[in-house]
């Protein structure tokens, strides 16, 4: 039998080929992303903080190209006053979605603390239904493929306004749709409907391919920046980008109709955030090499594990089926084990706000949350699935699987 340390080496070996392809993933997002900040001409002074109004922000506003150009947008809006993802996607829907007209998902369910924000659980006021807005979906198929022709049916419905999808899996099982996929759908989307305006949850999603879904057809994407884009430096924020007309109705939304995108100031440095997003396809790549290596080690151990560690990837999520909450609790302990900050401290569940069931989650991260740091997290609910994210380096990454290993070798000898 092996020891944990003996199966994460077999398992680190066994995944030599997708490291090199995760080596060339790296490599070409990165120079997307240097070309972005070398044509708008990045410098010192651009890192500066500023206060009050925040008018001719040159920081905030060299930091809306750089992103923009970065992600194939015309626009965007990344800011520290966006609270996180959730934030985003809701400024974005209630931005874009016309009033009284309807939201169409695609992929289902959105994500636990949307389906709050859109009232379709839980009592928070100002949701967009309560604001008027209808919001239907359509599950994804079976196989985790779009269901065309139920979307193709749907969109005569001349009331939808936005056509929404989650790219990254979210707390479901399944795997992340990649951007030929979502082209794929998006192309007879926009061939039926090209007046809608196609938003995309891309949490999880950025630099993971070497393509962003806003590539591919849509309109507009929006996310954390304590996830992916902020390439673990960035403290806080999020982003919203696209195509300009649309951008601009969210910073109507952002901020006060007619002051839009020319207010709002930050009174700490931009620098981490443009750190941040030059880190961002060096860290999701690092993110997918621990992803990878944990798949591996769950494949070895005889765990149903998700995606497979062949797979390809269009998201930084591990999810492991561990069927009892007592299992979810030993691997978020585990992770937390392996922590930077806060190993001495065992997880346990909690009533979230914005989340129905109780979650549980190991994060010992610099940044509060920060689920690009190497974090696992899951609702208590069956069949007791863990979603395994993050990790600054490939090494820390090792070492954490070390710990999984450990400890899921210790549950095996307590049941035997
Ligand atoms: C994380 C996440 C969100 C919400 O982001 P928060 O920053 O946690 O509010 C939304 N959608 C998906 C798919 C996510 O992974």
Sequence with gaps: MLTANELVQLAHEQTATQRTQIDELMYVNQQRVIKAFNDNRVSARHFSPTNGYGYDDVGRD??????????????ALVRPQIVNGSHAIYLALSGLAVPNSTVLSITGDPYDTL???IGLCG????????????????????????????ITDKLDDKNISV????????YSWRLALSIAQIGQCLEIVKAKRPDVCVLVDNCYGEFTEQLEPTAVGADVIAGSLIKNPGGGIAPTGGYIAGKANYINKVADRLTVPGMGREVGSYAASYRPFYQGLFMAPHTTGQCLLTATLLARVFEIMGYESMPKSSDNRSDIIQAVKL????????????????APVDSFVTPEAWDMPGYEDRVIMAAGAFVQGATTELSADGPIREPYIVYIQGGLTYEHGRCAA???????????????
Excluded: H, W
């Design 62 to 75: 060299t930091l809306d190209k750089v992103f923009a150009q970065a992600m194939f947008c015309q626009d």
């Design 115 to 117: 389906q709050t924000a």
């Design 123 to 150: 009592e928070a006021t100002n949701t967009l239904n309560s604001n008027g807005v209808q919001f239907v979906s359509i599950p994804l198929m079976e196989d985790g493929g779009f269901d065309f022709n139920a």
């Design 163 to 170: 056509v929404y999808l989650q790219r990254s899996r979210g």
């Design 323 to 338: 069927n009892s909450p007592e299992g979810m609790k030993r691997m978020c302990k585990a992770i937390q084990q392996a």
């Design 402 to 416: 070390v710990e999984v290993a450990r400890s899921l070798l210790a549950a095996n000898d307590m049941d035997a």
